[in-house]
């Protein structure tokens, strides 16, 4: 059975650096058994990969380009704490805020970017509880936003 690490490399994909935190917060925190990651953005390299309401100056397939781009930020933040992607025990939640236009209601299809992304490495252990919402704006102008919680390998209940 491959890894999630492997499954990554299969896909032509890398975790990226931790993002810098845009204010007074961390990019992830341990508490109770689980790691919760800040809301992260599609970014590369520090840049946004789109900027714009989705369903406007963002498509929905980008704005789920977006989505995926900015879970393997929220990847990359959880896995910084508990030893790399191949600790991640099971994804638990999966938050996807969505900048749209006021008549744009596709936000769950925007948010399965994140979801499928998790699924493709994870298999069962991505399967996970979600959130998808509507905003009118989020930092930077970007189309999404990605919160994260994890179960680091190893934890029984």
Known sequence: M???SARLAQ?????PPVATPLAAYVPAIVSSGHVYTSGQLPSVAGELTYVGKVGAEVTPEQGAEAAR???LNALAAAASLVGGLDQIGRI????VFV?????????PA?????SELVAELFGDAGRHVRSAVGVSVL?????????LTIEPAGVAW
């Open 11 to 15: 896909l032509g994909l890398s975790l």
């Open 99 to 107: 900048a749209s236009a006021p008549t744009f209601t596709g936000q």
């Open 69 to 71: 781009t900015a879970m």
């Open 92 to 95: 638990v939640k999966v938050t």
């Open 139 to 147: 930092p930077l102008d970007a189309p999404v936003e990605v919160e």
């Open 110 to 114: 925007v948010a399965n970017g994140a």
């Open 2 to 4: 491959s890894t999630p």
